[in-house]
């Protein structure tokens, strides 16, 4: 039995237009975001939660496919350095449009560490694309 009512579940997420839609697969027993980017760069919302699909356990997903597994610092390090490159003040403030973090004295490297470690918290979702070798790359 699942903790959680969108576990193991194909969703649709649904622009407000509905010009782009696509189905996440849930890999996991954990929550999942309500909104997430779409590969044309709109938000989209998870919709029709009454016709989620539960998966079968030897479910696979096909390359190109895009899910949520549990977030961990191996795909996460390299977002926290992009986020951080981008709104690295060089004297210890990070500014972005929605909020002001001042690390008086920190490096970069601590900010990093500090944005890994709250994206990384258990039960952490993280958007994935299959790829052919059956590896994933981290979206957005």
């Not at 509905?18 to 697969?25: A, H, K, L």
């Amino acid at each position: 039995m699942s903790n959680h009512a969108e576990a193991f579940k194909l969703m649709k997420y649904q622009t407000d237009d509905g010009s782009e839609w696509e189905i996440i697969w849930n890999s996991r027993d954990g929550v999942t975001p309500f909104c997430v980017e779409s590969r044309g760069g709109k938000e989209m919302t998870h919709v029709n939660w009454d016709q989620d699909v539960i998966t079968p356990i030897d479910y696979k997903p096909a390359p190109g496919t895009r899910m949520f597994v549990d977030a961990t610092e191996k795909f996460l390090v390299d977002k926290c350095y992009t986020y951080v490159n981008k709104y690295w003040k060089g004297d210890g403030t990070l500014m972005n449009p929605g909020m002001v973090n001042t690390f008086q004295g920190k490096s970069k490297r601590y900010v990093v560490d500090y944005f890994l470690k709250e994206w990384t918290k258990p039960g952490s979702p993280c958007l994935v694309e299959v790829l052919e070798n059956g590896t994933y790359r981290v979206c957005g």
